[in-house]
């Protein structure tokens, strides 16, 4: 039995393309679960395919002491989504880095339920849009500190870069928290490139293209700063500098 | 090398330059000083083509070409160098990656063959080297976390490394200790100072200029040039101020 087909009233899917999910909802209905084991690490890194429609749902659970990283790039053409169910017990980590960068029509967007179920768990998501067109890229992220998960350290760092008037960026920091010695950090910001910056690049004969390129490297590249696998970090890398060649 | 006739320009619609006339010949360099407001770093701007700065009259030529008629990257790969007043932060992006990616864009313009990036690296570690920073620092984020001084030499090892045939130089002394005041003065002399180059320094004080030793020193004030002298008139500047020079 597939899980009935969600509507914009849930908040979870305000911003979805549901048109776009419809013909392939069958197959993404059930979210994969993962469980990471005590003490366990584990690195991922989500690169985009050729579908015009991608859709990730995962749950993860974290064990005591389990660290998990993960490292996402949803560049969907049509619709992306990157939805995560995250719970950490005691003393866990976890880190998500991820970009959408959207051109055109496209809708891409990423979701997290980060739930402290524990003491002293930790979690950091940063993530950046780049969008031009008429693209949407969202983040929806709520942290939920459970009754006694104490020392939660939790961040969200959003940003988002609006390269024309017609793209729209939605940044939805969320915090529900029962326990009261916690960290919990957010920040989101939406921009588009810095004239003056653009301006010195170009003084140094980088044309407006390539100047703006770089820029948006500058934003987007950091992200995939921690990863150790040396031929994922190149893939992701590579597949992020295309995307911003779309779009800038 | 670079002709200024009759330079009239506005920024939001209020007029700063109001006809400036001004020719410096390849081998040369002339200093521009004048009070807060006066329009030098106008100046700069609209020769380096800085958006919003419109020109309403006159005219500026560099090596005989219309230089208000090309984009700043095209006056870059003409061999313009401005250094900036305040030089601007780009985090994310290194300083190597930033100038390598300048460079070849210029060559490339140039029809001359991009620089790989070992002779790059090389070129650069000289560069910071004759200019005394530390090489380490070109690997972080240009200009995010230095300090000004810092700033002003990263400006003078950019020009060392991009080589151009001129150097407009906004206010490059501002900001400095005696130390950096000698070695951005060292760095001008080695990098501009030749028969096919030239240069244009904006300053406010005299001390660059007794390193610098320019051919000409000219004061702009309202937007024009009023006087014109040699080293001299700088010196005297410097005792007597503007408004009394101005009588």
């Known amino acids: 039995m597939a899980a009935p087909f969600p509507t914009r009233k849930q908040e979870e899917w305000r911003y979805a393309d549901l048109d776009a999910l419809r013909p392939v909802w069958e197959q993404f209905a059930e979210p994969r679960t993962l469980t990471i084991g005590a003490g366990e690490s584990f690195e991922d890194v989500w690169l985009p395919t050729a579908d015009d429609v991608h859709v990730r749902r995962v749950q993860i659970a974290l064990e005591p002491g389990a660290k998990t990283r993960l490292f996402v790039l949803n560049t969907a053409p049509v619709y992306g989504r990157i939805e995560l169910d995250v719970s950490l017990d005691e003393g866990s980590e976890f880190d998500l880095f991820g970009a959408n960068i959207g051109t055109g029509l496209s809708t891409n967007e990423i979701v997290t339920v980060v739930k402290h179920i524990g003491v002293g768990g930790r979690s950091r998501q940063t993530i950046r849009s780049v969008l031009n067109g008429k693209a949407t890229g969202s983040y929806l992220g709520r942290v939920e500190v459970a009754r006694g998960a104490q020392q939660t350290d939790a961040d969200q760092s959003v940003k988002a870069m609006l390269l024309d008037r017609g793209a729209t960026a939605n940044c939805k920091p969320e915090l529900e928290i029962f326990a009261d010695d916690v960290k919990c950090a957010h920040g989101a910001t939406v921009g588009e490139l810095d004239a003056m910056q653009l301006f010195y690049a170009e003084s140094r004969g980088l044309d407006p293209v390539s100047a703006r390129a770089l820029l948006l490297e500058g934003f987007v590249m950091g992200l995939w700063d921690g990863i150790e696998n040396a031929a994922q970090h190149e893939s992701i890398a590579t597949a992020a500098k295309d995307a911003l060649r779309r779009v800038v | ?247």
């Open chain 2, 1 to 247: 090398m670079l002709e200024i006739t009759n330079l009239h320009a506005t920024v939001a619609d209020k007029p700063i330059l109001n006809g400036v006339t001004l020719d410096v010949p390849a081998g040369e360099v002339h200093a521009i000083m004048g009070p807060n407001g006066s329009g030098k770093s106008t100046l700069a701007y609209v020769l380096a083509g800085r958006p919003g700065y419109a020109v309403s009259e006159g005219a500026a030529t560099f090596d005989g070409h219309d230089l208000l008629a090309m984009e700043p990257y095209e006056r870059a790969a003409a061999g313009l160098f401005l250094g900036f007043q305040y030089p601007v932060e780009i985090p994310g992006v290194s300083y190597l990656q930033f100038l390598r990616e300048s460079l070849n864009s210029q060559r490339r313009s140039r029809g001359e063959d991009e620089l790989s990036a070992g002779d790059f690296i090389k070129l650069a570690r000289e560069q910071a080297k004759l200019l005394g920073m530390d090489a380490e620092m070109l690997k972080r984020p240009v200009n995010v976390g230095f300090s000004g001084g810092e700033k002003k030499r990263a400006e003078m090892v950019q020009m060392g490394i991009l080589a151009p045939k001129f150097a407009l130089l906004d206010e490059t002394d501002s900001g400095l200790d005696i130390d950096a005041l000698k070695a951005v003065g060292e760095g001008i002399n080695r990098i501009m100072r030749a028969p096919d180059k030239g240069g244009l320094l904006i300053t406010h004080y005299e001390r660059l200029l007794e390193y610098v030793r320019p051919d000409r020193v000219h004061v702009l004030q309202a937007g024009r040039i009023t006087r014109s002298g040699d080293i001299d008139l700088a010196r005297e500047l410097e005792n007597t101020g503007y408004a009394e020079a101005a009588a």
